[in-house]
């Protein structure tokens, strides 16, 4: 975020989503909340009275320099116009000391995207609801660096010279080319990597030597409080399927399916008696139609679904 947005934001002149977007970017780690609170801190000293352009130094001095010539007993008045100068000079320092590289910002609503977005170096990135993503107008450099805060898939184009890292409020994801997706919300206690190609490095921040090495059909989660990473279950696999849709279900309760092909699949299945949710099941769905997995539960628990409007009813007795 730059200067004039934070001002912005502070001054009450700020969207709503402009609001959002500014309170996860302060969430999404240590450094944006820093920069945060030097400008906040400027901005009170001031009387709240700071404005979005750059300071006008030479015109603060211009106006001190004309007010020395009047008589003495000025001088109070002089004290505060030069605490005012003093003000503007530090809005100028930070302006120039902390307005980050300008930044492009990719913002997604209520539902999951069913377009991706293009980065730069030909990379592509689906977010999931309530997700930001900030990326550069180009990579320069030896890496491709962007953050994330929320859940995203990536499928990051392969370049052997500049490793695409996605750094988080308390991860770092290290890639040279390959798929996977990350969950990393600020107001969660864990993040996690979950990958469907290629190799990926996930890390806490500050430690790489801590990495976990993470393969197709691996997964880790990181505790955010313990800074601890774990191996992710075999049919973790699922937390993409938003994007993948493929589906591994062992024992899983009717229930819990039914959630995830909502996400899969973009529906509204709808259990029409409640005892169904409990019925359980083993079954795997590699991008298989909709119609085509409901065919199958179907034919395992004697039910029929029918389309009422946008969703769709499961009718049935429930397992015994």
Not at 67 to 95: K, N
Request: with cysteine; aromatic share 10%.
């Amino acid at each position: 975020m730059d200067y004039p947005d934070i001002i912005d934001y502070l001054n009450g002149h700020a969207t709503e989503t402009e609001r959002e977007a500014m309170e996860v970017w302060i969430a999404a780690s240590p450094d944006n909340r820093r920069q945060f609170q030097r400008v906040q801190r400027l901005w009170e000293a001031s009387g709240k009275a700071l404005q979005p352009e750059p300071p006008e130094v030479e015109a603060a001095w211009r106006k001190v320099r004309s007010r020395t010539r009047r008589p003495l007993r000025l001088l109070p008045v002089l004290g505060r116009i030069a605490a005012t100068v003093l003000l503007f000079l530090a809005g100028y320092w930070m302006w120039n000391t902390f307005q980050p590289i300008p930044q492009l910002e990719a913002r997604q609503g209520a539902q999951p995207a069913t377009e991706a977005v293009m980065l730069p170096d030909g990379s592509e990135v689906w977010l999931k609801k309530n997700s930001v993503l900030y990326y550069p107008e180009s990579f320069e450099g030896k890496q491709r660096l962007v953050r994330l805060a929320g859940e995203a898939y990536f499928e990051v184009a392969r370049d052997e010279a500049r490793p695409f890292l996605i750094e988080t409020g308390e991860a770092t994801v290290r890639v040279l080319g390959t798929s996977f997706g990350v969950m990393a919300y600020p107001d969660s206690s864990t993040a996690w990597v979950q990958v469907n190609s290629g190799r990926v490095a996930f890390y806490p921040n500050g430690a790489a030597g801590q990495q976990m090495v993470l393969q197709k059909g691996e997964g880790a989660v990181l505790n955010k409080a313990s800074g601890q990473l774990k191996p992710m279950a075999p049919n973790a696999a699922n937390r993409i399927a938003w994007r993948t849709r493929k589906l591994d279900f062992q024992d899983a309760s009717l229930g819990e399916a039914a959630v995830l092909l909502n996400e899969a699949y973009g529906a509204q299945l709808e259990l029409e008696n409640p005892q169904l949710s409990e019925c359980r099941f083993t079954a795997s769905f590699d991008e298989e139609p909709l119609e085509s997995v409901l065919q199958t539960l179907s034919a395992l628990f004697e039910i029929e679904w029918e389309r009422e409007g946008q969703a769709i009813l499961l009718k049935g007795e429930g397992c015994n």
